[in-house]
């Protein structure tokens, strides 16, 4: 009796084991089992991107890689695309890898990873292009800006993917403003607009404008810092403004006044000297020409007139 109990639990375990063994093997070499494995990749545009594809129990089933457009890229290890910015990573049977490197905003979509089983099984993963937003500008800065006018500060980002988000601040204290968002192409320009009426404590004010965005480990940020004149005085305040003009105008006429000074003299040194060298020439000229009548009186004015007398003196002693 224990024999036959023994004999038929042995059995029944055996044949539990041998189901057991069964079922997992057909569980890892069906069909059912064999299926690609693929995750979705975020990439920041100009960086590269993996893209990976996996089968847990394959055999030797060829994988594939196939972009947005339905256009093979690798097929196992062997390269279908003519870009040279898709290359292999890895390649068995168990895994296709490749890289997309210099990512553009373009590739942005959903690539297909096939095993060509019979029939064929395909799984998708997306490639999400992040866009980096360009460094904000303020516009509408006034400078300087009068108590009591109505201004409109405009910060502008472009190129962000999903839309950079703008937050104003009025020294560091945070302001709301106005934000408008356009596609262009497959990013964003992003503007938000502050516009207040300026008050005289918004002298010295600095207005800053910061970016956020996933791709930026810190905000990108513009400041401007806000020059009110008071519309009370408006002689000390607005005579800067008036004198702007004036102030140049007076040193340019003191300029040209000197130039014309300088030119002036400079032509009356030239003019000297010339006449004087000529003058010298027809003095010596008229000297050696008459030696009597005219150079009588000359002799009598000059210093030289003493020479002459002296010379005359001699000529009488002698
Ligand atoms: C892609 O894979 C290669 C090789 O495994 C690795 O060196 C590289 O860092 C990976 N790049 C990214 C962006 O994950
Ligand atoms: C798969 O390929 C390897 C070598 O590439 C070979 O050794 C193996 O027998 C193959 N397996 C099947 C199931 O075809
Ligand atoms: C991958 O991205 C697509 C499209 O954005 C989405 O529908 C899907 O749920 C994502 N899959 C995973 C596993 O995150
Ligand atoms: C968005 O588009 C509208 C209409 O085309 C235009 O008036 C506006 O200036 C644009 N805004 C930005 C932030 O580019």
Not at 212 to 239: C, R
Not at 258 to 284: D, E, M
Request: charge should be neutral.
């Amino acid at each position: 009796m224990i024999v036959k109990q023994r004999l038929i639990f042995i059995l029944y375990s055996l044949c539990a084991s041998v189901f057991r063994v069964a079922a997992t093997k057909s569980k890892g070499k069906g069909s059912q089992g064999q299926f690609p494995i693929t995750q979705n990749v975020t990439v920041v545009e100009g960086g590269a991107a993996n893209m990976t594809c996996r089968v847990d129990y394959n055999d030797n089933t060829s994988l594939q890689w196939s972009n947005p457009a339905q256009q093979t890229l690798f097929f196992g290890d062997k390269k279908a695309l003519r870009d040279h910015r898709i290359e292999l990573v890895r390649a068995s049977w168990q895994e296709l890898t490749i890289r997309i490197s210099d990512v553009s905003l373009s590739d942005e979509g959903t690539y297909t990873c096939s095993l060509f089983t019979m029939p064929v099984k395909t799984t998708k993963a997306f490639l999400t292009v992040l866009g980096v937003p360009g460094r904000p500008e303020i516009t509408g800065f006034t400078k300087p800006a009068k108590e009591d006018d109505v201004i409109t500060l405009t910060c502008t980002t472009s190129g962000s993917k999903p839309a950079a988000n703008i937050r104003w601040f009025r020294n560091d204290k945070e302001v709301q403003g106005s934000k408008e968002v356009n596609a262009t192409g497959k990013s964003f320009t992003v503007r938000s607009s502050l516009q207040f009426q300026v008050d005289k404590r918004d002298d010295g004010v600095a207005y800053t404008c910061s970016v956020e965005h996933a791709t930026l480990s810190s905000p990108y940020m513009t400041t401007e810092v806000l020059e009110v004149h008071s519309k009370d005085f408006p002689g000390p305040t607005t005579d800067p403004n008036s004198l702007g003009p004036h102030g140049p105008d007076h040193a340019l006429i003191g300029g040209v006044v000197a130039v014309v000074v300088f030119i002036t003299l400079c032509l009356i040194i030239v003019l000297g000297r010339y006449l004087a060298r000529h003058k010298g020439t027809y003095l010596t000229h008229e000297a050696k020409g008459a030696e009597d009548a005219p150079d009588a009186d000359t002799a009598i004015i000059n210093a030289e007139g003493n020479h002459v007398h002296a010379e005359e003196k001699k000529e009488y002693f002698i």
